[in-house]
């Protein structure tokens, strides 16, 4: 049955992006009505009443149904329909990816009270970084389309209905105040992640961390993340330092969990939590 309702979902996704700008009430309807099923499919390959399901699948999906939640939610207060031509595709190809690459279960039987919530603020933090993250990618996008225009040159790289969706983009300012309330949001979860995992890794192992690779990976992203949040705040960056500091720190987080989770998945063929 999920396999039956993530197809839908990337079909709704698919079909939105080929509405008329002007008809916004299509759009709003159609994006939420596609939100909705890819919602309950992830809902049902996720969840059952004694396990849950993880993979980087599962995971990858999982964020990018949340980043077109906070599209449709930003697109009442914005003009962003520059990026449904970006987001929903790419939120079409993660609906669809769990069928393929379902992943591992993990039973709750006889794990902490910690372990679920821990998992589940986790999901929320990765999620939300992986949005800020593509709007890092999006503002380069606009950025170099930018600069290109000043200098009366014509951005080969990018593909008519590309620079359209694009040139509809809110400036550059707004965009950026979107970037540091996600950054700051996803640094927050993460906190409450690494903060979960001490007392979840005490609980079972009687320490405060296992140092493995995802550990060192993810204190390494909460601290580039924490650095860029206090360059903004104390000495303003802005621009290219931004936009580098937001990408590296996610590409650090997705290797922490989502990079390990492939190898073992699809290169090993080995289903371990």
Avoid at 6 to 35: D, E, H, M, N
Avoid at 91 to 107: C, D, H, N, R, Y
Avoid at 110 to 131: K, N, R
Avoid at 224 to 233: N, V
Wanted: hydrophobic share 60%.
């Amino acid at each position: 049955m999920q396999n039956y309702l993530s197809f839908l979902a990337a079909a709704l996704y698919i079909g939105c992006v080929f509405i008329p700008a002007q008809k916004r009430l299509s759009v709003s309807l159609v994006t939420a009505a596609g939100w909705l099923v890819h919602g309950f499919a992830l809902w049902q390959t996720t969840f059952s009443p004694d396990a849950v399901r993880v993979g980087f699948a599962v995971m990858l999906s999982s964020a990018l149904w949340i980043s077109v939640l906070v599209y449709w939610l930003e697109s009442r207060n914005f003009s962003l329909d520059g990026l449904r031509v970006l987001l929903l595709p790419s939120a079409a190809l993660m609906a669809i990816l769990p069928v393929f690459f379902p992943g591992s279960v993990i039973t709750l039987a006889g794990q902490t009270v910690m372990f679920p919530w821990h998992i589940a603020i986790a999901l929320l933090a990765y999620s939300t970084l992986t949005i800020a993250a593509f709007h890092a990618v999006v503002m380069t996008l606009q950025d170099a389309h930018l600069h290109m225009r000043r200098r009366n040159k014509p951005a080969k790289w990018l593909s008519a209905r590309l620079a359209t969706a694009v040139e509809r983009l809110p400036a550059l300012l707004t965009m950026e105040k979107i970037l540091f309330r996600l950054v700051l949001i996803g640094f927050l979860l993460l906190s409450l992640t690494v903060l979960s995992g001490v007392i979840f890794s005490e609980q079972v192992l009687g320490v405060a961390f296992k140092w493995d690779h995802k550990t060192i990976l993810s204190l390494l992203s909460w601290l580039l993340f924490g650095i860029l949040l206090a360059g903004r705040k104390w000495r303003g960056w802005r621009g290219k330092t931004v936009l580098n500091f937001t990408l590296t720190g996610f590409l650090t987080l997705l290797l922490a969990y989502v990079g390990s989770r492939f190898v073992l998945e699809v290169l090993l063929h080995r289903s371990l939590a």
